[in-house]
């Protein structure tokens, strides 16, 4: 070792603490199976649905033919029920053989091959929480090895039938024992759900150093219930929460349910949304071998990808909540432009919010405004009143331009990015 570098060495060890693996600098995209297919695993009589090798490259071929790969929807993630109930005589952990007749290094490379990554799903316990075989402490080195073999990409580390004394030391290990491997793998972990998900007892500093994303709390479910839910137990508990999101480290409320059953339309909007606002990963669960052009388009909305992968990642908030069950969210992104997202509660009819910017901090100046839904754009003065008709359980979403100097060219050429289309009525979009 060169002589002068001891005294470096301190320094360098402080700015690697962070999980250093350089994956997920901004939230991952793709695809889980647990919302949508559980722990189906009855092939003989539900062989499209049940959790098999076909399940996933199913999904996977329709990631890379339809559109969904090239707007950042890679990751195919396995999650529980995927092995046999018991390891091979090398104590590894093994795929059902029934299920996936290939095995797991097969079903990596046909995701590689496509330009996709393999995500797969383990548990600090004795079992996973469906009943299979898990990865205690005792298990964690050939686990990590075994998944860097099958060239795995990402691994969700569920925390079912564990302690908070073996969480404490077994989420660590795992991350050491991945980065160990060589093989950059992204590194879910579910801790802080099992910890109640707040601090004092669940230190977000730490989670940023170790995990690359983590289950903050509960399930989500296909429904409208779950979805609300989750919504207000993150913003509820921002101030304890934003904080840890940024590049490489992500709070996860859990998968997107948009293109199954539960949500109406406004609410899979609402989803959408509120997930590209809280900087959140964006897994899908549903079948996308089916899924309806109103479906499809909210989740390949670019827009709010763009928005929810701003390179800055961070994590917005809820601003206000009022009385009359309107809330407005914002995110601040890059290039000084920000999301603002009007939401209603309400379930009586399309409300109509009435605010300004000025209202809502920006500052003085005059903006360029861009609905993510209906593609209309708009200029605004920060002290301009408008009136946003929000419909009941839906959202009003908005890209915000930085600032410019008021100017004619300006305020004529944001008008005229009216979008295509803008027919239908011709109403403006903001009611000046
Ligand atoms: C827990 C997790 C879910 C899913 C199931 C699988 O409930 O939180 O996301 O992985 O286990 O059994």
């Not at 490379?109 to 990865?135: A, F, N, Q, S, V």
């Not at 569920?158 to 992204?186: F, H, V, W």
């Not at 007892?201 to 730490?206: A, E």
Request: net charge neutral; proline share 6%; glycine share 8%.
């Amino acid at each position: 070792m060169h002589a002068a570098l001891p005294v470096l060495v301190p320094a360098l060890f402080a700015a690697t603490l962070a999980l250093d693996n350089g994956l997920m600098r901004t939230p991952p995209m793709g695809w889980l199976a647990w919302e949508r297919y559980r722990c189906d695993i009855d092939c003989d009589n539900d062989p499209k649905n049940c959790i098999s090798e076909n399940l996933f490259r199913d999904m996977a071929d329709r990631l890379s033919e339809d559109g969904w790969r090239e707007l950042g929807y890679v990751y195919v993630n396995i999650d529980d029920c995927w092995s046999s109930k018991q390891r091979d005589k090398q104590g590894r952990l093994q795929a059902d053989p029934k299920r996936f007749p290939r095995g797991i290094k097969d079903l990596a490379r046909y995701m590689h091959d496509r330009g996709l990554k393999l995500g797969i799903y383990g548990d600090m316990g004795t079992y996973t929480c469906g009943g299979y075989p898990g990865t205690p402490l005792d298990k964690i080195q050939i686990d990590a090895q075994t998944f860097a073999e099958w060239e795995v990409d990402m691994f969700k580390y569920d925390g079912c039938y564990s302690n908070a004394t073996e969480q404490e030391q077994g989420y660590p290990l795992m991350s050491k024992a991945l980065n160990a491997t060589g093989r950059p793998i992204g590194y879910s972990c579910s801790w802080p759900a099992y910890q109640g998900g707040l601090p004092p007892k669940v230190n977000y500093t730490q989670l940023g150093e170790i995990c690359n994303l983590w289950r903050n709390y509960d399930d989500i479910q296909d429904s409208w219930n779950s979805v609300l839910n989750i919504i207000d137990w993150f913003f509820g508990n921002q101030d304890a929460l934003a904080s840890a999101a940024g590049p490489g480290r992500w709070n996860d409320p859990d998968m997107l349910v948009i293109g199954d059953f539960g949500l109406s339309m406004e609410q899979s909007r609402t989803q959408m949304a509120l997930w590209a606002i809280m900087a959140a990963p964006l897994f899908m669960s549903n079948d996308l071998r089916t899924i309806s052009s109103g479906a499809r388009n909210i989740l390949q909305n670019k827009m709010i990808i763009s928005i929810n992968q701003d390179p800055m990642g961070i994590q917005g908030r809820r601003i206000l909540k009022e009385k009359s069950g309107i809330d407005v969210y914002w995110r601040p992104l890059s290039k000084n432009a920000s999301a603002l997202v009007f939401f209603s509660r309400r379930d009586d009819m399309p409300y109509r919010y009435r605010t300004s910017l000025s209202k809502l901090n920006y500052t003085t100046g005059s903006y360029k405004i861009f609905d993510v839904f209906t593609n209309k754009a708009a200029a605004l003065k920060d002290s301009t009143e408008f009136v946003v008709p929000v419909n009941p359980s839906g959202v009003v979403m908005w890209y915000v331009s930085a600032p410019a100097a008021p100017s004619r060219r300006h305020y004529k050429r944001a008008r005229f990015q009216g979008s295509a289309d803008d027919g239908e009525n011709g109403d403006p979009l903001v009611v000046l």
